[in-house]
């Protein structure tokens, strides 16, 4: 859920070149005041936007949350294609609303289409063994719902996450070429989640 925190703070004019505090914080909200760690308690001090990406930061990403609004990185990813309930509340900048994967696939594709929200579809057509043609899905022209410049931005911020970062492990595998994501995990590793996408997929 992240890069909607950072596709937010484009809207401000940041870039993956400004630079936040990664130190430890405390957001009070009332009587309540909630603590997000780093994991391993471990925390890089002043560090860029990228970087913090990189390193999943949760205390930079809080920080650049607050600094935006939890309001506006709601309503970027609903224009990107959340229908989930999103809660206006700070743990939501790392991730604590339940989203389904087709969502996050369909919220993902604008960082890669330049922009452009899409319908994600199952199938695009259907033909017979020598290629006859029964049926295709009309293609659709996809709706703008960002900036194609902070598209581009948040795209190169994933590239550097699975380049150097969380999403690392893919590269291990062997996937080579161009590869922009951002890795994901719930609660003590419940469930562990990679959503990405290349030029082509």
Not at 111 to 119: I, L, M
Not at 124 to 144: C, H, K, V, Y
């Amino acid at each position: 859920f992240k890069p909607f925190v950072y596709a937010a703070a484009m809207k401000f004019g940041y870039t993956p070149s400004s630079e936040v505090d990664d130190d430890p914080i405390d957001v009070i909200r009332g009587r309540d005041v909630w603590s997000p760690a780093n994991y391993n308690n471990d925390y890089a001090g002043r560090i860029t936007f990228r970087k913090a990406l990189i390193n999943s930061a949760n205390a930079a990403t809080v920080r650049i949350s607050q600094a935006v609004t939890i309001p506006l990185v709601i309503q970027t990813a609903k224009l990107n294609g959340i229908v989930s309930p999103l809660p206006d509340v700070p743990s939501l900048a790392i991730g604590s609303a339940e989203v389904t994967p087709i969502e996050l696939v369909t919220a993902y594709a604008p960082f890669a289409n330049g922009g452009y929200r899409v319908k994600p579809r199952l199938v695009r057509s259907i033909e017979t063994a020598d290629g006859t043609q029964l049926w295709a899905q009309e293609e659709g022209t996809g709706t703008p719902v960002m900036d194609p410049r902070d598209a581009y931005q948040v795209t190169s911020m994933l590239q550097s996450v699975v380049d150097y970062g969380t999403g690392r492990a893919i590269r291990d595998y062997g996937v080579r070429g161009l590869v922009a994501g951002k890795t994901g995990t719930t609660n003590s590793g419940t469930d562990v989640w990679f959503v990405g996408y290349t030029p082509t997929i």
